[in-house]
């Protein structure tokens, strides 16, 4: 009786570290998905201009996820101050303020190397400041506008352990919108020159290999 006891006993043990073993092998040969806030990231842009009678002050920080080794997605917000001095007659101003919301989606075919589409929505605050007795008088025009900017750009530091990383990009918007920032008075692109960094929130050990 006893015998017929231990080898139930023991059946029974061989069954569990059995159970228990394959669940470790599908833990190991299935990572599980979902989400990873190791993939997490923010970053942006500065943009800082001054010439004769002209200056301009920016920011465009973002945040986003990658989705995998290739692909980034993050949404942004974009805002630019210009200010131009003899703008139309000497004397005059012309402010401009242009701010809104944003996503983008990067490709990396290389490591060093993406492609990037931007969608932006730009609210734009224009305002004229007559220069003294010239006869005009101040105005301010309110517009917005869609610009899909694409381009390519360039991630240096980017490697296998690690996403932290400073880049310069190129773009332009094809959709070149009557009031868009973004083209010239005979609405021609602008070339759209950008440069940041993208910082890793919890990047770890256990990011995942690029």
């Given at each position: ?139 301010i025009d309110k517009v917005d506008a869609n610009s899909l900017l694409v381009g ?59």
């Open positions: 009786m006893c015998i017929k006891k231990s080898s139930i006993v023991l059946l029974l043990l061989s069954i569990f570290n059995t159970s228990q073993a394959q669940q470790v092998e599908k833990k190991i040969s299935a990572p599980e998905g979902g989400f990873k806030k190791e993939n997490l990231f923010v970053g942006g842009d500065l943009t800082l201009g001054f010439s004769n009678g002209y200056s301009a002050l920016g920011a465009s920080p973002f945040f986003g996820y990658s989705i995998n080794k290739y692909i980034d997605v993050a949404v942004s917000f974009n805002y630019i101050f210009t200010s131009q001095r003899d703008y139309k007659y000497y004397g005059d101003k012309l402010r401009q303020t242009v701010y809104g919301p944003g996503a983008f989606v990067r490709v990396y075919p290389l490591k060093f190397l993406f492609a990037q589409a931007q969608f932006e929505h730009n609210f734009i605050r224009v305002k004229y400041l007559p220069a003294t007795n010239s006869g005009y008088l101040q105005s390519l750009g360039y991630a240096g530091g980017r490697s296998e352990d690690n996403k932290s990383f400073y880049y310069f990009s190129i773009s332009w918007d094809l959709l070149k919108n009557t009031n868009s920032p973004y083209i010239d008075e005979l609405r021609r692109g602008i070339p759209i020159i950008r440069a940041g960094y993208n910082i890793a929130l919890f990047q770890g050990g256990s990011y995942y290999k690029r």
